[in-house]
T-cell receptor, first 113, second 113 residues
Framework: AQSVSQHNHHVILSEAASLELGCNYS??????LFWYVQYPGQHLQLLLK??????LVKGIKGFEAEFIKSKFSFNLRKPSVQWSDTAEYFC???????????FGQGTTLQVKP | DAGITQSPRHKVTETGTPVTLRCHQT?????MYWYRQDPGHGLRLIHY???????DKGEVSDGYSVSRSKTEDFLLTLESATSSQTSVYFC????????????FGSGTQLSVL
């Protein structure tokens, strides 16, 4: 079955620490990949997306993600997190074969000041 | 923010009662979606619409129905609410079928007692 897996459910970091959140998917064929962020009390917002081209994608607020096709992964990274990055992060994968957009379970990031 | 309004923002209801959630958009986007967000499950697609009177089922459609009589409104109905339908419901819209950018509403917190 098609699935999206986020391995880290809850991550706690201190400010200035580096961040990497894992995302793996099980689709075949052409995929479009997304990371969404949900700040406390707010709705989801698009952080970054990959459709084609350079597998290293830059997003807003210093986030980036790398698409590694051979590993079916799209990990989110940030070199130095801030307290304001505290939020829930969702990976999502759209399959051109099925037309479905499936979200991962989400990762809660807590950044301590 | 995209012009998406969800109503009500909060609802408490009893098991067995019908409930209708409304999503209203001012963007004239063709595609509209209803997701539910639950801890450990991320976002799961309930139903979506690709035009007026054109709807289709998502991953977790049992117990839900939808209607779209005009472009700007997408209604989600729980015919007979159950406690398992306690969740946060998000409406989303996109201009294209590839869902290259989903805009989300602020969500509706539904509690079924």
């Amino acid at each position: 079955a098609q699935s999206v897996s986020q391995h880290n459910h809850h991550v706690i970091l201190s400010e200035a620490a580096s961040l990497e959140l894992g995302c793996n998917y099980s689709y075949g064929g052409t995929v479009n990949l997304f990371w969404y962020v949900q700040y406390p009390g707010q709705h989801l917002q698009l952080l970054l997306k990959y459709f084609s081209g350079d597998p290293l994608v830059k997003g807003i607020k210093g986030f980036e993600a790398e698409f590694i096709k051979s590993k079916f992964s799209f990990n989110l990274r940030k070199p130095s997190v801030q307290w304001s990055d505290t939020a829930e992060y969702f990976c999502a994968v759209h399959s051109s074969n099925t037309g479905k957009l499936i979200f991962g379970q989400g990762t809660t990031l807590q950044v301590k000041p | 923010d995209a012009g998406i309004t969800q109503s009500p923002r909060h609802k408490v209801t009893e098991t067995g009662t019908p409930v209708t959630l409304r999503c209203h958009q001012t963007e004239n986007h063709r595609y509209m979606y209803w997701y539910r967000q639950d801890p450990g499950h991320g976002l799961r697609l309930i139903h979506y619409s690709y035009g007026v009177k054109d709807t289709d089922k998502g991953e977790v459609s049992d117990g839900y129905s939808v209607s779209r009589s005009k472009t700007e409104d997408f209604l989600l109905t729980l015919e007979s609410a159950t406690s398992s339908q306690t969740s946060v419901y998000f409406c989303a819209i996109s201009e294209g079928s590839q869902r290259e950018k989903l805009f989300f509403g602020s969500g509706t917190q539904l509690s079924v007692l």
